[in-house]
């Protein structure tokens, strides 16, 4: 009888072990081998003689910028690895997880009308961590589909931005996507987290009176202090002649443009401050 009881007691501490996995969902940047980073930063080449599916990759270890060896639209590049819990929400609603995509350019069937700002990006969290990643790629991710990467942004340099957050620092991220006044083509909050993602989510807030721009300092998951500037489309002229240094000064010497194609690498640019501007 004791042996049965005991068997019994630990199905079932088994069973509630393996519920407890199924629902967490362990948001982080990740980079090319799954491992979780604080940021990084990501440069796709523009199509060359290849495929224009290779990509220079940097983080806080790598001492720079290096050519991946995985290929953008891999299921095993820093792309699926990062976007894993978003995908996996796909299959099955993981609890207490949730997700915003944006973008002035987003994938069929949606269509960004013009007043919404000119941004991309997708925001993932759980109550523990989450991560912002900002990047330029029109119709990224494909709607809801595992196959994330489309095809018509191969020919072009694409860029992407992400770090790493504690829960506590999306309140603010709503409010800067608020500013921005992005574009939500698919989304799922739960009721429970800010309201000030859940309006975003919802197409549903924007500034209604002055100022028109917001600056805030972020502070990622291992604690770097990233500071993130917004603008509403009534701000009118470029958002930094307004800005206060040092930042717009970094701004001006740390400028990562990716409208265009590069005949050579970026270079790794650091200074005091460091500082990036993503489409």
Request: aromatic share 16%; proline share 6%; hydrophobic share 35%.
């Amino acid at each position: 009888i004791c042996m049965a009881q005991f068997s019994t007691k630990t199905i079932l501490l088994l069973s509630v072990g393996l519920l407890f996995k199924a629902c967490y969902s362990d948001v982080r940047c990740r980079n090319d081998r799954g491992e979780a980073v604080d940021w990084y930063i990501v440069y796709k080449l523009p199509k060359m003689n290849d495929d224009g599916l290779s990509y220079l990759y940097m983080d806080e270890s790598t001492n720079g910028w290096h050519l991946s060896r995985e290929k953008i639209d891999s299921t095993t590049g820093f792309l699926a690895k990062t976007l894993k819990p978003l995908l996996d929400f796909y299959n099955r609603k993981t609890e207490g997880f949730g997700y915003i995509l944006y973008s002035d350019q987003p994938p069929p069937p949606y269509s960004a009308p013009s007043s919404f700002g000119h941004s991309k990006g997708v925001v993932m969290l759980d109550r523990n961590f989450g991560l912002w990643l900002s990047h330029s790629t029109p119709k990224f991710p494909t709607y809801q589909s595992a196959k994330f990467w489309p095809s018509s942004g191969n020919v072009n340099a694409q860029t992407f931005f992400c770090i790493t957050f504690p829960y506590k620092q999306f309140k603010e991220i709503g409010m800067q996507l608020k500013y921005i006044h992005a574009y939500s083509f698919d989304s799922a909050i739960p009721t429970t987290f800010y309201n000030e993602l859940q309006c975003v989510a919802q197409r549903s807030c924007y500034p209604k009176k002055e100022p028109w721009f917001r600056v805030t300092s972020l502070s990622s998951a291992d604690g770097s202090i990233f500071t993130s500037f917004a603008k509403y489309k009534r701000f009118g002229e470029g958002m930094f002649l307004h800005c206060p240094s040092p930042e717009k000064l970094a701004y001006l010497q740390n400028i990562i443009d990716t409208k265009y194609k590069f005949d050579n690498c970026l270079p790794s640019v650091f200074s005091t401050f460091q500082t990036f501007t993503l489409g």
